[in-house]
Every structure is written in C-alpha cells, then in structure tokens.
C-alpha cells in the first residue's frame, strides 16, 4: 500500500497550511498518511526527531516523505538512517545550509552520505520559491538538486510554501499532490 509521512517543520503542526488538505485528498485515493506531530517543535533537533520520526512512521518500498521547511533536513536524516529504499522523497521549501545556521546547528547533519541518501531516497522533487523569506530559496533548491539529482520545481512568488510569521496560509498545493500521484 503507498504510504505518505509528513514532516512539519520549525513550530509547525500536522494541521498547519497544505498538510490537512493533502491529507484528505491522499486518504480519498486509499493512501494511508503518517503526518508526525514532532516533539518540542520550538526546538527542532535531529538528535531528537529522527529517532522519533523512525519509531513512529513506517518506511517501505511504497512510501514517499514529504518534509516541509526543518522537515526537510528530517527527511534527509530519516533517508540516512533506513536499510532500504523508499519510494520518492518530496523537499519542500529545503535546505542544506542557511546564512543565519551554524555548521553544528541540531537540524543538520554533520555529514552528509550523499551517495546513501541518493540510493534510499530513488527519487526526488524539490520546491522552492525565488522569494522565500527564510533563505529556502530556489538557490537551496538548486543545492540539493546537484547533491541528489531529481527534478527542481522552482515557483515565482510563492514564499515559504506556507508562513505564520509571514501571514501566508497557503491551504491547498495541487502540484504537490500531482507529484505524490505520479506513477
């Protein structure tokens, strides 16, 4: 059966933005959803969510992730630590280093395996705007497209994807939904 696991990102919810709306529209094609609700959100930790994200999402052959914001270093970290393969892994508003990051910040890795994140996660999509207010930029985008191959999609003046802080509610994603429905 094909899986989703949703990851939110720094303060999120499972609830926030795109989430409930994929969620039901995934559901109503028989997909079956995994959206974590991380622990200590104000304070994300790969040290803490990976282990977290491991013990309470399953990951087969069938799952795709979608990690949104700090969800996306989760997933990558998520990819570093499975003995097999997924599906498809989704960045979305990615990144792998931000100005305002230290190198030992706790939502990166220290090292990155690329050749083990590339074969674990088979295949990869990211989205990026030109003018997300974070720095998660097409530029991040683009960072981890080189690393990882897969395909950029690259939007024009759609910010953060989804921001409280920025007053930007972005309810519904259908291009994200049609890239979880590819074959």
């Known amino acids: 059966m094909k899986n989703v696991v949703l990851l939110h990102g720094y303060k999120g919810t499972p609830d926030n933005f795109w989430f409930t709306w994929l969620r039901e529209e995934l559901t109503a094609l028989g997909y079956q959803i995994n959206a974590l609700q ?3 959100a104000e304070h994300p930790s790969l ?3 990976t282990p977290y994200a491991m013990r309470n999402a399953h990951f087969d052959q069938e799952t ?3 990690g949104h914001s700090a969800g996306c270093p989760l997933a990558l970290s ?3 630590n ?4 997924i599906r498809r892994t989704i960045l979305v508003a990615g990144f792998i280093r931000l100005k305002e990051m230290q190198d030992d910040d706790a939502m990166l890795l220290q ?3 690329w050749e083990k994140l590339k074969n674990n ?3 990869f999509y990211f989205f990026n705007s030109d003018n997300d207010p974070w720095g998660c930029d097409h530029k991040q985008g683009e960072a981890l497209r080189e690393k990882l191959g897969g395909t950029l999609i ?3 003046g759609e910010g953060h994807f989804g921001s409280k802080v920025f007053d930007q509610p972005y309810d519904r994603f259908p291009l994200l939904k049609n890239v979880c429905l590819l074959a």
């Open 78 to 80: 998520i990819l570093d």
């Open 47 to 49: 040290e803490v969510w």
């Open 38 to 40: 991380l622990p200590d």
């Open 111 to 113: 090292v990155y395996d």
């Open 64 to 66: 795709t992730i979608i």
């Open 121 to 123: 996660g088979r295949e």
């Open 154 to 156: 690259v939007q024009t």
């Open 82 to 85: 499975l003995n097999q393969p």
